[in-house]
């Protein structure tokens, strides 16, 4: 599976967006992950990283790809984002690229996203559909601190 030239640079944006908040002991979960683009992309870096989606074809395409770039710590389970499967304050980092609007409520997985961060992990998320004004509404609603934006692209700190 390759990734689209268009796509591969928003991943890339991402990323690098989200570097100051990486950390070797990380332990990360990406929501609305599909084939896991992010979630690969960052898992060299991080201890572990979790990769969760709704559609088991798309997951397992990001499977079968971290399978070939030979990444060992990361995970991928089928789930509903708004009801995720964690116990309260599992990680250290979160990340949501491009999922949060195409979901039927936002604010319900804002709220399990802080749910399951430790305190002070930082929340990292991009939403073309919401904009970056909605994205900090949600996080505040939520009790997250906005730390930083750019664009599209808002880092939180989980309360």
């Known amino acids: 599976m390759t990734v689209a030239r268009e796509d591969q640079t928003t991943v890339d944006r991402f990323v690098r967006f989200a570097e100051p908040a990486l950390d070797l002991e990380d332990v990360c979960l990406e929501i609305g992950s599909g084939p896991a683009e992010v979630s690969r992309a960052i ?48 990680f250290t980092l979160v990340l949501v690229r491009n999922a949060l609007g195409d979901l039927p409520d936002p604010a319900a997985v804002v709220g399990e996203l802080v749910r399951v961060s430790r305190p002070g992990a930082a929340i990292i998320i ?23 934006l750019s664009g599209p692209l808002v880092a939180a700190a989980a309360p």
């Open 126 to 148: 991009e939403d073309e559909v919401l904009g970056q004004a909605g994205i900090v509404a949600l996080l505040e609603l939520a009790g997250a601190e906005v730390k930083r």
């Open 43 to 90: 898992a060299r870096r991080v201890r572990h990283a979790t990769a969760l989606d709704a559609s088991t074809e798309r997951l397992a395409a990001g499977k079968l790809q971290a399978d070939r770039d030979a990444i060992m710590n990361l995970t991928f389970v089928r789930g509903n984002a708004a009801e995720l499967p964690y116990v309260a304050r599992t």
